[in-house]
Nanobody, 130 residues
Framework: QLQFVESGGGLVQPGGSLTLSCAAS???????????ISWFRQAPGKATEGVAC???????YYKEFAEGRFTISRDKAKNTVNLQMNSLKPEDTGIYYC?????????????????????WGQGTQVTVSS
């Protein structure tokens, strides 16, 4: 079952930056270019929410809170999808996950939590605090 390994999280001060990386697990060396890939996050005590998605055609979609601060991109050489996060705020704190979805339809543009292909990974913790 397709699953991902997220990395790059950590503790950062408000206004700082982090780059998260999403890679297929060692048991599932799928070409990520075949899927739409989204980043999600779960803040303490809150539901999981979409952050950004990149389609198979590399079109990018962002939730309003991420627009202008976060950038999602594909690294074909490394077969990863990255999330560059700038101007981080305390409310960006949470566990960040990535997941694959269909390459067509509204899954990516709407950055849906439901309908992922495969299963959730362990995520990577992002803490924004002074």
């Amino acid at each position: 079952q397709l699953q991902f390994v997220e990395s790059g999280g950590g503790l950062v001060q408000p206004g700082g930056s982090l780059t998260l990386s999403c890679a297929a697990s060692e048991f599932h060396m799928d070409d990520l270019d075949e899927y739409s890939i989204s980043w999600f996050r779960q803040a303490p005590g809150k539901a999981t929410e979409g952050v950004a998605c990149i389609g198979t055609d590399r079109t990018q979609y962002y939730k309003e809170f991420a627009e202008g601060r976060f950038t999602i991109s594909r690294d074909k050489a490394k077969n990863t999808v990255n999330l560059q996060m700038n101007s981080l705020k305390p409310e960006d704190t949470g566990i960040y996950y990535c997941a694959a979805g269909p390459g067509v339809g509204m899954w990516c543009p709407s950055i849906r939590v439901a309908g992922i292909i495969g299963s959730w990974g362990q995520g990577t913790q992002v803490t924004v605090s002074s």
